[in-house]
């Protein structure tokens, strides 16, 4: 019973640490445009691997 009176407080203060990461990564624009990456994948041009495989 005595370990309550620990883990509550700690996963309390774990769980603020957890939201004001999140809330830093939100306001600090990391989530703006998450399908930007992966439409210039589908966009970029094709280039062969090395230079001795195109023709």
């Given at each position: 019973?005595?370990?309550?009176?620990?883990?509550?407080?700690?996963?309390?203060?774990?769980?603020?640490?957890?939201?004001?990461?999140?809330?830093?990564?939100?306001?600090?624009?990391?989530?703006?445009?998450?399908?930007?990456?992966?439409?210039?994948?589908?966009?970029?041009?094709?280039e062969?691997?090395?230079?001795?495989?195109?023709?």
């Amino acid at each position: 019973m005595d370990i309550l009176y620990l883990l509550i407080p700690l996963s309390s203060v774990l769980v603020l640490g957890i939201l004001g990461v999140f809330a830093w990564a939100l306001h600090s624009g990391q989530f703006d445009d998450v399908e930007q990456h992966g439409e210039q994948i589908l966009d970029a041009a094709q280039e062969p691997v090395d230079l001795h495989q195109g023709a």
